[in-house]
């Protein structure tokens, strides 16, 4: 049996991430679901947002359409342009996804979106300062009523 489909959009936005030459990253520090920063720097996490059915969407009780939405908090550390270095991920990673914003799921990933950016929150002091971002990506797909794998 398939995974839900917003794990689906979840997994194959990770491993677009993870096969881009644009983004130039350890495959290590591209991970979900990780809240706090594991030591691999930059670090990239990807986490699942609100996942709103789309209004009258599902009147014909065949299948409904939802926005995923897909935060990905960028953390760096030591560097000596925190937000020079966070909008360059910011920019590989708007390519990458941009290169195909159906993420190579067009059966039922209809359309893709950036959505926007937190501000920048910086910590620490001197030579362990750090700052983090979280980005923001939509995905509409549908699914059938009866089973959100289908």
Wanted: net charge negative.
């Amino acid at each position: 049996m398939a995974n839900h489909k917003a794990e689906q959009i979840l997994a194959a936005f990770q491993q677009i991430l993870k096969d881009s030459a644009t983004v130039d990253v350890l495959d290590a520090s591209i991970v979900r679901d990780r809240v706090d920063p594991a030591g691999v720097w930059p670090d990239i996490s990807i986490n699942m947002g609100a996942d709103d059915v789309v209004e009258g969407s599902d009147d014909n009780m065949a299948f409904m359409e939802s926005w995923l939405n897909v935060d990905v908090k960028l953390s760096v550390k030591n560097s000596t342009g925190l937000s020079t270095e966070l909008n360059s991920l910011r920019k590989k990673i708007h390519i990458a996804i941009y290169a195909d914003v159906q993420l190579g799921l067009s059966a039922f990933v209809m359309k893709g979106k950036y959505t926007g950016a937190s501000a920048i929150g910086v910590s620490g002091v001197s030579e362990k300062e750090s700052a983090e971002q979280i980005i923001n990506y939509q995905f509409r797909y549908r699914t059938a009523i009866t089973d959100p794998s289908a």
